[in-house]
């Protein structure tokens, strides 16, 4: 069982930056492919970002691309999130989530608590 503690929410002014972490724990990390979704309020949550067990396979949602990367350190258990030139419509509870195997599917086997992040203008 993968247990998943986001960490670094909080509140920014639109054109800022945040980075998000993720740590896992109760799994072997480098066999989890590892992603970032968010929930806006009062919408569906969506996916954002995903990464390979190995770090080489990334994919963005489009409307981050260019301004988040994702990242991880599996000699940390970790994963990140760096977001840049924040809008306000950023703002969203984001989740860690993980799934066994090289993608990150739309429902991920192990989800984290979720951090807040609100961007404002």
């Known amino acids: 069982q993968v247990q998943l503690v986001e960490s670094g929410g909080g509140l920014v002014q639109a054109g800022g930056s945040l980075r998000l972490s993720c740590a896992a724990s109760?799994?072997?990390?480098?066999?989890?492919?590892m992603g970032w979704f968010r929930q806006p309020p009062g919408k569906e949550r969506e996916f954002v970002a995903s990464?390979?067990?190995?770090?080489?396979?990334?994919h963005y949602t489009d409307s981050v691309e260019g301004r988040f990367t994702i990242s991880r350190d599996n000699a940390r258990n970790t994963v990140y999130l760096q977001m840049n030139s924040l809008k306000p419509e950023d703002t969203a509870v984001y989740y860690c989530?993980?799934?066994?195997?090289?993608?990150?599917?739309?429902?991920?086997?192990?989800w984290g608590q979720g951090t807040q992040v609100t961007v404002s203008s």
């Open positions: 989530a993980a799934d066994p195997g090289t993608f990150v599917s739309t429902s991920p086997s192990y």
């Open positions: 109760g799994g072997t990390f480098s066999g989890y492919a």
């Open positions: 990464v390979s067990w190995s770090g080489g396979r990334i």
